[in-house]
């Protein structure tokens, strides 16, 4: 091969074989998502174990909108997509995930919701023979 021919060719070594022509991330990407996705770990965690505000209901929907929030944060920072990536196809690949974890979330929420409902009522004296 020439001289010529090797300077068209990317620096990462081709486009691996898979058509794939969008470029990689940067460390700053990665180390951005990483702590991102830290946070919104940890912020559920904290707000439930703090057992902040009074409302369940309103700490659940928190709770589910920092998940949402975190997926979102995953697929951009991790998986990189976006509007341009792969012509387009990675904005269906994001409508789809987000119709996938409404349904989840939602499903979830209702299934909680039943069983909290549908549960045996426990007297104090039963709390105190539990392991």
Do not use: C, K
């Not at 700490?59 to 909108?65: D, E, K, S, T």
């Not at 991790?78 to 990675?90: I, K, P, V």
């Amino acid at each position: 091969m020439s001289a010529q021919s090797h300077a068209h060719a990317p620096a990462h070594g081709g486009d691996h074989g898979h058509g794939h022509t969008a470029g990689h991330g940067s460390r700053r990407d990665y180390v951005t998502g990483f702590l991102l996705a830290g946070a919104l770990t940890a912020a559920p965690f904290w707000l439930v174990m703090s057992r902040h505000g009074e409302s369940p209901a309103l700490i659940a929907v928190i709770v589910m909108g920092l998940a949402m929030v975190q997926v979102v944060v995953h697929m951009v920072y991790f998986l990189h997509m976006n509007r341009r990536a792969e012509g387009g196809w990675t904005l269906m690949a994001l409508l789809f995930t987000i119709l996938l974890l409404g349904i989840v979330l939602s499903g979830s929420l209702w299934v909680m919701h039943h069983l909290d409902v549908n549960m045996m009522p426990m007297s104090p004296q039963d709390m105190r023979q539990m392991p």
